[in-house]
């Protein structure tokens, strides 16, 4: 391999959310340059929430992203809340945690079905995998659709909820929709199987490849952490959300429009492997078959099995939310009025709210004035947070397959950014706004 | 007749658009009985630059954009303007009151230079734009009737009127008459009056409707309580590019 010269350079990878480049140079075998640059436009959404009033906060960021825009939503919607002193009910606590099990089923289908089996199955796309595998592209469809509807039932849409609102809901599903749900959620539970199985029949094709990291991500004693919870690290255990910035400590390389992160090392990961690396115990019973299934075990290393850990989820998600809509239904579903608007008594205040999204933690921080318009605001993105771990993870990648044929390493770069589910929309919202 | 070569393409968004055509499911395998899709760079590695109809989301934010879309638009016999960020420049004209300078200086510092941004702005504002499907996001329904048309040759049939018309229709309760404040009455309709259905108000994500009454909307606004900055800003959320060219 001394003699190994190598120039890859993949413009704006496909079947990934947004434009982003790698670029690796080798020169008689060795390393000269390996580099996850991103190159999408940036947006300035810090910057634009500054003299906007707080009703609109969340309608706004949730256009940071179309894939996770219920996230950005409720992370957006806590933040508002937690400045304003403001508190939801019990029952409007259990329908956004069913409205974000939708919204992480719908983003990790998608990205299992569309974006990775063409990978393993060796060919560009899913639609020639709907010839070759029509059964299997259909059990994917049908999961995937189940948990739009479900979106749509908990939030109005899949994409940029209405219904999530300051203080709770503008209108909530019926107990009879919630009963339908949950029986089409337990009719779903054979399908999920079935991709399992498939996922398994391929799982070799996923290189076995280990590079040792921390996994950062929301934690709670007595549950698999989605929508609260305490800041969780496999390098230095727990801490109180309010001290999310000296676990992000984000900074620019002038290579890419989006900022990174590093915590304990020189980078960290976000994401489905980071829950399933911090809080295994807390999955439910299938979920913890199907992990078992792969042999998947924290704390596990390897990134390509991010997407095992997302296969998990999806499981986790479907029997939680069972478990939620029995809740709902052993406690009855209080009405609500009409175009609900719950009454807030406005102040000046900050406020922090951490979500977990298919990508991972995501954080929105808001400074209000008494007035109620927004004088500052930081959103820290799960794919920013990644981006340093990708490249290191290339850096590490590169030397063990640099025998190989060139198309292959470029196809196994390409299948570790495409590990990560990497959402480079969110990523480019730049950064925060110190300005006047 | 060889099926028309369809392409997506993106540019300042959250590609919430291609995930709605993504979300057809079933219908968008029949849509690919229709036509080929030769690039979608969101759910597919094969791209080509050989297409008829070219299907563009975001906003032009940056000079190097202009160069991208004006080779689009040399390529493609239809450019079709999809969500908001694309009809009329959608949530990022938010940013174009702020000295944008002084964002990136404080931002990046030294290397402010490496990442040029201007005013954000709608398509049209760049090239021609033959059809547009609005909304943000678009919904499927809308985008395979603009489709179903173009593919007969005819123009898609597109609101003038403002989404009260369909929120009366749909028998809402007026956001007003609930002490909540709406920018129904100049949006251009075609949603189904979606967002107030829902329970909340309409924001105006599809742009002004033709013929606006603008300063009678902002005086409403004003009458049921909003101060005179509060109504400016209800129209900069979605209006702002719209309402700088008029």
Redesign the interface.
């Known amino acids: 391999m001394k003699e190994r010269n190598l120039d890859i350079n993949v413009h704006?990878v496909?079947?990934?959310?947004?434009?982003g480049n790698i670029y690796v140079n080798v020169r008689k075998g060795t390393i000269e340059k390996c580099e996850w640059n991103i190159s999408?436009?940036?947006?300035?959404f810090e910057?634009?929430?500054?003299?906007?009033?707080w009703r609109?906060l969340h309608?706004?960021t949730s256009?940071?992203?179309?894939?996770c825009?219920i996230g950005h939503t409720l992370a957006s919607l806590r933040a508002t809340e937690a400045a304003m002193g403001i508190t939801i009910s019990e029952q409007d606590l259990k329908l956004r945690k069913l409205a974000l099990h939708a919204e992480n089923m719908q983003s990790h289908v998608?990205h299992l079905g569309?974006?990775v089996l063409?990978d393993l199955l060796g060919v560009?796309?899913?639609?020639p995998v709907?010839s070759s595998n029509p059964e299997e592209v259909k059990t994917v469809?049908r999961v995937?659709?189940l948990a739009?509807e479900m979106s749509n039932l908990l939030c109005?849409?899949?994409?940029?909820p209405?219904?999530l609102?300051p203080g709770g809901?503008?209108?909530i599903p019926s107990m009879k929709e919630l009963a339908e749900l949950r029986e089409r959620l337990q009719a779903s539970v054979p399908d999920l199987l079935k991709v399992a199985e498939l996922f398994k029949s391929l799982a070799s094709k996923l290189p076995d490849f280990t590079r040792e990291t921390e996994f950062i991500g929301l934690t709670k004693p007595d549950e698999y952490a989605f929508y609260d919870g305490n800041l969780g690290s496999t390098d230095t255990g727990t801490a109180p959300v309010t001290e999310y910035l000296s676990f992000t400590n984000e900074y620019?390389v002038?290579w890419s429009?989006a900022k990174r992160a590093k915590h304990t090392r020189d980078s960290y990961m976000v994401g489905a492997l980071a829950r399933l690396n911090l809080n295994y115990d807390k999955l439910s019973p299938l979920a913890k078959k199907t992990a078992e299934l792969f042999g998947l075990k924290p704390v596990c290393h390897n990134p390509f099995m991010n997407n095992i850990a997302q296969l998990v989820e999806v499981v986790h998600n479907v029997e939680d939310s069972i478990r939620l809509i029995d809740e709902l239904e052993a406690t009855g579903l209080q009405q609500q009025p009409?175009?609900?608007?719950p009454p807030i008594k406005v102040k000046a205040g900050r406020g922090i709210g951490a979500v977990e999204v298919p990508r991972g933690i995501l954080f929105h921080d808001y400074t209000y004035n008494e007035k109620g318009i927004c004088t500052k605001a930081n959103c820290v993105i799960p794919t920013n947070q990644n981006h340093g771990n990708i490249e290191l993870d290339m850096k590490a990648l590169v030397p063990k397959i640099l025998d190989k044929k060139e198309k292959e390493i470029e196809l196994s770069l390409e299948m570790l950014v495409r590990a990560y589910d990497p959402c480079i929309?969110?990523s480019t919202h730049?950064?925060?706004?110190?300005?006047? | 007749m060889a099926k028309p070569k369809v392409a997506f393409f993106d540019f300042a968004g959250c590609e919430g658009d291609q995930l709605q055509v993504a979300n057809l499911e079933e219908e968008l395998l029949d849509l690919l009985g229709q036509v080929e899709v030769v690039s979608f760079r969101e759910v597919m590695k094969e791209h080509s630059d050989n297409y008829d109809i070219a299907f563009i989301e975001g906003s032009c934010t940056r000079l190097q954009d202009e160069e991208r879309l004006k080779q689009i638009r040399k390529t493609a016999k239809l450019v079709v303007a999809i969500g908001s960020c694309a009809t009329i420049g959608g949530i990022n004209s938010l940013r174009n009151d702020k000295d944008l300078d002084d964002v990136r200086k404080t931002v990046y510092g030294e290397d402010a230079r490496l990442f040029d941004s201007y005013a954000a702005r709608p398509i049209d504002a760049v090239i021609p734009v033959d059809a547009y499907v609005h909304g943000c996001p678009i919904t499927k329904d809308e985008f395979l009737s603009v489709v179903k048309s173009l593919l007969l040759g005819k123009k898609p049939d597109i609101p003038t009127y403002p989404v009260c018309v369909e929120c009366k229709k749909n028998e809402n309760v007026c956001a007003f008459e609930r002490g909540q404040y709406c920018v129904g009455p100049v949006t251009r309709a075609g949603c189904n009056s979606c967002c107030v259905n829902e329970g909340t108000i309409c924001w105006g994500c599809r742009g002004l409707v033709d013929n606006p009454n603008e300063n009678s909307e902002k005086e409403v606004l004003i009458k049921y309580g909003l101060t005179v900055d509060d109504a400016i800003n209800k129209f900069k959320l979605y209006f702002g590019w719209q309402e700088r060219k008029r």
Request: one cysteine or more; charged letters at 20%; glycine letters at 8%.
């Open positions: 704006h496909t079947r990934v959310e947004g434009h999408e436009a940036p947006r300035f910057a634009m929430v500054v003299g906007r009033n609109e309608h706004i256009r940071i992203c179309g894939i825009s998608l569309f974006l063409p560009g796309s899913v639609i709907a469809l995937h659709r739009n109005g849409r899949t994409t940029h209405q219904r609102i809901f503008s209108k620019i002038p429009t009409d175009y609900n608007n929309s969110c730049y950064v925060k706004v110190n300005f006047v």
